[in-house]
Each structure stands twice: as C-alpha cells, then as structure tokens.
C-alpha cells in the first residue's frame, strides 16, 4: 500500500466494526466533549507545530506532543470501553511511508491529560475495552491486542508467541516454490524435517516475529510437513507471495 491510499482510507478502516458511539465521524482540530463523564463538555483543541510538535488543549489542561517529524491533521473522540464513564482521545500522525504512520491515544482524568499509548492503527476497536491493531509486514497483515488498563490508564499490548499470517481476515497466504529450501524441526534447532519440492506449493501459516532479528515462518509443504524457515529464505525462494510496499 502507499501512504496516499492509506491517507484516503484511514477514516474508513481505522475503527471497522466499531459502534457508532465509539468514534467521531473524521479527524479535527477542535470540537467540546464530555471525556471525563462528569456531564459538562470539555473544549478540546489541538495545534500542530513544526517537526511534528502539537499542543493539545483539553479543558484548562495541556499537554505538549511530539510525533517525531510526523504531519499531525487533527483527532478523533473514541470511545474504547462503553462500559465506563471515559472517553479518549485519538490523534493522527502521519508519516512518508505507511509504516512510519502513528496514532496516539490519550485520556483525560478530569485533572491531567495522560497518554494511553501510541500505535499503528486501530483497526478494530468495538468498545469492550479491546484494541485490535494491524500492520503490513511485507506480504501479511500481523495483528497485535492491546487491553485498556484504566487503573494504570494505559493501553497493553498483550504478546503473542505466533501470529497468524493471513493476507486478510481469513485468507491464507500461498506460494509456488521456484528454489528448494529446507524445513525445519524447530525455531531454535538446526534438523531438517522435510526439504521443499522445486514446483511445489506452500502455505504460510504463523510467524514467531522476535524483538530484533529474522522472522521465523511455520511453513506447510505440499505433502502436509509442517517446518520452520527465515523469511529471508521463503521470500528469495518462492514466487506469489502477496509482497507490497
């Protein structure tokens, strides 16, 4: 995807599924909200300076921001937990590239504006408290969960050992192999279980995706061998993947 077609369907995508009470319509500069459920409307601006410095203005509280060279268009009221009585505040960054995209979500205490957390989107947000966010990891859609702790007001990420490799929601991701390469037993060991036929289809099942360093793949071979590859070795090795920019 490239950044202009991401810019004309954040507003779209960002909270998909979501009820209407849990989002604003588009991003904007300025708008009077009820964040902290005490029944009196704040006056919520925001100003963006230069080098991705904002200023956000929420009742008589202010809070300095820095979305590090990021262009800042404006927020979105959300509402990510319906069953309390708070709602949030989500403000849009944006970067060259897809990837450099970020959106930092904010709280209001009645007293201070607090950060929540900072991520790439969120994708699906449905009010329950669960934050599901999506980032394009060159030929798969990774998705990571977040829960809102209100005792700590921050948004946690809740790890995952594998990911699901799915192009989207519910479609595998497959591939022709034009150059064997090996499979193997496990993500830590060297034995090989099955060596991958010139021709033959594979399917990417999950990846174990580390702090640093390669992206492991849980592979599926042609005759149902399940094995572990680098992604560098899958990429180089094979033709179909899904690969975008």
């Known amino acids: ?33 009820d964040l902290d459920g005490d029944g009196k409307p704040e006056a919520v601006s925001l100003t963006a300076g230069e080098d991705g410095k904002f200023t956000l203005k929420v009742g008589g509280a202010t809070l300095k921001g820095d979305a590090a060279g990021n262009e800042v268009p404006g927020f979105q009221v959300v509402d990510l937990d319906t069953g309390d009585k ?9 970067g060259e590239l897809d990837d450099g995209h970020r959106y930092f979500v904010y709280g209001y205490d009645g007293k201070a504006v607090k950060l929540l957390g900072d991520v790439h989107a969120l994708t699906e947000a449905k009010g329950n408290g669960i934050v599901l966010v ?10 990571d969960k977040y829960t809102l702790d209100r005792k700590a007001w921050k948004l946690v990420h809740v790890p995952q050992e594998l990911y699901a490799v799915t192009a989207e929601p519910g479609k ?40 640093k360093g390669e992206v492991l793949y849980l592979v599926r071979s042609s005759t149902g061998l399940l094995g572990w590859v680098p992604g560098n070795i899958l990429v180089e090795s094979t033709d179909g993947l899904p690969l975008a920019g």
């Open 1 to 33: 995807m490239k950044t202009s077609l991401l810019a004309v369907l954040s507003s779209a995508v960002l909270f998909a599924g979501a009820p209407a009470s849990a989002q604003s319509s588009e991003f904007v500069k300025s708008t009077q909200v």
């Open 86 to 94: 708070w709602k949030e505040l989500l403000v849009q960054t944006l």
């Open 134 to 143: 999506d980032r394009w990891m060159g030929f798969w859609q990774k998705r």
């Open 172 to 211: 595998e991701v497959t591939a022709t192999v034009k150059k064997s390469f090996p499979l193997t037993q496990s993500r830590t060991g060297s034995a090989v279980l099955a060596t991958t036929a010139q021709g033959s289809k594979v399917t990417v099942l999950a990846a174990s995706v580390p702090a």
